[in-house]
């Protein structure tokens, strides 16, 4: 299974972006997908998950009404589009995928199987 990552770039405080990550190897559609971050010099962080067929997300709070998690199993592809950008968002964002669903256990990041190779959004001030 492989996971790529891509989109990341530099924006503005307010800004956009859209990060997508693209699966092969598997039967994409199987599988719960996540979304992480990481700054420098912290632990790495849960932004969102997505089951497999989009119908249940969850989010962390501090991107709540700001991202959107999103899939699309014809494409082997999942997103996250990012509006009102802050620059406590910049970080190295992950998609990670898992085998399951897990209520309330979506954020762990010792739970996902494959992870990508991170994609950096800075964002400026």
Same mark, same amino acid.
């Given at each position: 299974?492989? &996971?790529? *990552?891509?989109?990341?770039? &530099?924006?503005?405080?307010?800004?956009?972006?859209?990060?997508?990550?693209? *699966?092969?190897?598997?039967?994409?559609?199987?599988?719960?997908?996540?979304?992480?971050?990481?700054?420098?010099?912290?632990?790495?962080?849960?932004?969102? *998950?997505?089951?497999?067929?989009?119908?249940?997300?969850?989010?962390?709070?501090?991107?709540?009404?700001?991202?959107?998690?999103?899939?699309?199993? @014809?494409?082997? @592809?999942?997103? &996250?589009?990012?509006?009102?950008?802050?620059?406590?968002?910049? #970080?190295?964002?992950?998609? #990670?995928?898992?085998?399951?669903?897990? @209520?309330?256990?979506?954020?762990? *990041?010792? @739970?996902?199987?494959?992870?990508?190779?991170?994609?950096?959004?800075?964002?400026?001030?």
């Amino acid at each position: 299974v492989q &996971l790529q *990552a891509f989109g990341g770039g &530099l924006v503005q405080a307010g800004g956009s972006l859209r990060l997508s990550c693209a *699966a092969s190897g598997c039967t994409f559609s199987r599988y719960p997908m996540g979304w992480f971050r990481q700054a420098p010099g912290k632990d790495r962080e849960f932004v969102a *998950a997505i089951n497999w067929n989009g119908g249940m997300t969850v989010y962390t709070d501090s991107v709540k009404g700001r991202f959107t998690i999103s899939r699309d199993n @014809e494409k082997n @592809e999942c997103y &996250l589009e990012m509006n009102s950008l802050k620059p406590e968002d910049a #970080a190295v964002y992950y998609c #990670a995928s898992k085998n399951w669903w897990k @209520e309330g256990g979506m954020a762990l *990041a010792t @739970e996902y199987r494959y992870w990508g190779q991170g994609t950096l959004v800075t964002v400026s001030s």
